[in-house]
């Protein structure tokens, strides 16, 4: 009797180890056998509601595709012709402070350097003396209106004193719009030089101490938030390719095609093709990158999220709900764009199709 009891208690810890094993594999091994128990049929995943529940899966809708990927092209991020700026030094002069270094982003109207000129110095004093011979055609011109009108001097007279003060108006007007022009101070002797428009300066050549003879540009000035991509497009691909279709820089910086070369290169057998993009990440101009082509989508095509694709022994699947679970749906994948996948054939826009879980279902797929 004492024996039979011992025998007794050892088996129990294996007992219970053999229960423990059967629960954590309880769970799969239910969606497995309610799937064996529903009716054979290959191309279905029979499933509850509760199985989809357990096993965490997500559905996602199919969307109709209005593009599709082309090519992939090696090219060369560059600012555009019409985006680079030279801010020309427009009196001779020494530079006397600095305020902007290359690299450095601008604002329009940022003051980049000052610089001491003599010109700007001798232009506030030829001001000063268009200002008193102003002063004086003004009174001058009054004076001979009143005494024409009174009939004391001919109206020749008066005439000649206004054409006077005509001219010197314009000589203040015209010393003043210089000074303006290049922001100089008559009385200090110096001008700055200002940002046209607003971005990054990409050369500065001057220095505190250095000379502007009044023809150099010492600073120029990329537009911010517009770039250039040049390719050579290949000659299979140059009847494809036109102007206005997208292009991508990664996953989501997209821009336009401006333009395509109507010339093939002899030597490397291509045709230059440029986009316009905006500013994002991997835009920076002198770049090396690849750029993605994208054209007109087929009919019918549609994309779906990258993670809805499995392999399976006889090709590419996608999982579709259906009413008794999961079709297991042979289609034909094409590009890919970012996180989408183009889907050429084999599925329809606005099915639902898994997102979540597709390991989960790819043994049951090929029957392991």
Known sequence: MLQSLRIAQAAIPCALALLSLTACSGEETAVRNESAAAPSDPGMIALSADNIARLGL???????????????????????????????????????????????????????????????????????????????????????????????????????????????????????????MVNGSGASGSYTLTAPIAGKVTAATIHAGSVVDGTTAPYVIDAAGQYEAQAQLPERLAGQVKPGMTVALGDRLRGTVTSVGSTIDPATRSVTLKAKLPAGPGALAGRATNLSLFGPAPAGAVTIDQNALATLADGEAVFVRSAKGVEIRKVKSGGKDGDRILILSGLKPGEQVVVTGTSALKPMAMGE
Request: glycine share 6%; proline share 5%; net charge positive.
């Open 58 to 180: 997500k559905f996602a809708a199919a969307v109709e595709a209005a593009e599709a990927p082309i090519a992939v092209v090696p090219a060369i991020i560059a600012p555009p012709p019409n985006a680079r700026v030279a801010v020309a030094a427009t009196f001779p002069g020494v530079v006397t402070r600095i305020l902007v270094v290359e690299g450095q982003d601008v604002v329009r109207g940022q003051a980049l350097a000052i610089v001491s000129s003599r010109d700007v110095l001798s232009m506030g004093a030829d001001l000063s003396r268009a200002s008193a011979r102003l002063g004086v055609a003004q009174s001058s011109a009054n004076r001979l209106s009143q005494l024409e009108r009174e009939g004391v001097v001919a109206g020749a007279r008066a005439d000649e004193a206004r054409a006077m003060l005509g001219e010197a108006r314009a000589d203040v007007s015209e010393k003043s719009r210089i000074l303006r």
